[in-house]
């Protein structure tokens, strides 16, 4: 008998491998989303339609449903969490949660990589607004862990059985934000890579998306613990140098950096996108549990970001602020 499966989501990024997973394997897939995301659904894939913020939109959208698996794509603040978790007792078989390596960066006194026992402690004080992008991401973070938090609560009281997965910077070819385009367009105008002078400090671990897809429908099998809290991560801790490697290398072009200072890209508003993978919210997180719990084995990083290589590529990517970049390497 097939499982009836909801992805909150669905449609972006990740969402569409997701929901072909779950097809191949036979389920019998719903998504939850807005409907604002380019493109249709696969064929037998029915679509509901509600904003997973307004809650009396996916109260009635879900009104009488109940599932053997939900994944949620979307989940970011602790008020959507307790309404999930209020609309779904009783009818989710299994809950997965798409969390963050973002909740051990709001943290004091730790040290990567990160483990899943490094989540409980206190947390650093709020940045000013004025600091943006500190802001943003520590907000983010915070966020992400009130949902995380609502959803234990929900375990302990009623059994909820949510497993929460938590990953770091993912690379597919259907990353919205244009990471990895971002390198691959500035690889073939032949210049260097601006980045940060202190790049060498920071080690990259990053994953795979097909790996995030394989974790989560293992995160949905009866013998995995409710209230689980994995981390899911590659395998290497690299250079940008080395993480790039490969990029350069499919693309038949040599990777050179140049070190500025991260104040001068700051203040010249060239970071992230002079080089998306050099921000210092940028977690690495240690994957032995995922392996030991859910048996992942994951995608070495030069199998797997070579065929990414033509999707950014064809992709594009805004290079406005190149000339700049290239003057302040010279």
């Known amino acids: 008998m097939s499982r009836s499966t909801l992805v909150i989501g669905g449609t972006r990024n990740l969402g569409p491998d997701l929901v072909a997973a ?23 894939v029915e679509r509901l ?32 969490a307790r309404t999930i978790a209020r609309i779904l007792d009783g009818r989710a078989g299994r809950y997965v949660f798409w969390s963050t390596g973002q909740v051990y960066l709001v943290r004091t006194g730790l040290s990567r990589p990160y483990r899943e026992d490094d989540y409980q402690g206190p947390l650093m004080p709020e940045p000013a607004p004025s600091h943006a992008g ?23 009281a009623r059994g909820f059985p949510y497993v929460a997965l938590r990953m770091p910077m993912i690379n597919s070819p259907r990353d919205h934000y244009g990471r990895l385009a971002g390198y691959v367009h500035r690889l073939l105008d032949g ?54 490697a490969p990029v350069g290398a499919a693309l038949g072009v040599p990777v050179r950096l140049a070190r500025v200072p991260r104040a001068e890209l700051d203040a010249q508003g060239l970071l992230p996108a002079c080089s998306p993978w050099s921000g210092l919210w940028m977690s690495v997180l240690a994957n ?38 290239l003057r302040l390497a010279t």
Do not use: C
């Not at 097809?23 to 719903?30: E, F, M, Q």
């Not at 879900?62 to 959507?80: A, E, K, P, S």
């Not at 862990?145 to 375990?155: P, T, Y």
């Open 49 to 80: 339609r509600a904003d997973r913020s307004d809650a009396a939109a996916l109260e009635a959208a879900l009104h009488g449903r109940g599932f053997d698996f939900v994944v949620d794509t979307t989940l970011y603040h602790g008020r959507d």
């Open 288 to 325: 032995e549990l995922s392996k030991a719990v859910l048996g992942m084995r994951y995608t070495p990083v030069a199998t797997y970001l070579p065929p990414l290589v033509e999707s950014a590529r064809r992709q594009g990517a805004d290079l406005r602020g190149r000339d700049l970049e």
């Open 22 to 44: 779950l097809l191949a394997r036979g389920d019998r897939v719903t998504v939850l989303n807005r409907g604002l995301t380019p493109g249709e659904v696969p064929a037998g």
């Open 191 to 244: 210049g260097p890579i601006v980045v940060p002078e202190d790049q060498d400090a920071l080690a990259l671990r990053h994953v795979f998306g097909g790996d995030v897809v394989v974790a989560t429908l293992r995160a949905g099998a009866p013998e995995i613990p409710a209230g689980s809290r994995v981390n899911i991560s590659q395998d290497e801790s690299l250079s940008l140098e080395a993480m790039l």
């Open 134 to 156: 500190d802001h943003d991401n520590w907000t983010y973070g915070v966020d992400k862990r009130a949902a995380e938090d609502v959803l234990r609560e929900a375990h302990a």
